[in-house]
């Protein structure tokens, strides 16, 4: 299998930048991971994509003003 270059992680720019504090979050992804899901039917993606739209609808109203106020980087 064909080596992929990997790029900086938040936290590395942040160290480069001087920066002493991250906020927000990141998660990762592994190549296995990434190869399987391209396995999957087009279908089956949308499927996931769906359900996982719905149960987010289903969370409380501070919940997900909590996990937009992450994804802004604000905490």
């Not at 936290?11 to 990762?28: I, M, P, V």
């Amino acid at each position: 299998m064909k080596e992929r270059r990997k790029g900086f992680t938040q936290l590395e720019k942040a160290t480069d930048r001087g920066q002493s504090s991250l906020k927000g979050f990141t998660y990762t992804v592994s190549q296995e991971q990434l190869d399987d899901y391209r396995k999957w039917s087009m279908e089956r993606r949308l499927k996931w994509l769906y359900y996982a739209n719905k149960m987010r609808k289903g969370l409380p109203k501070k919940t997900i003003e909590i996990q937009e106020m992450f994804r802004e980087g604000k905490i």
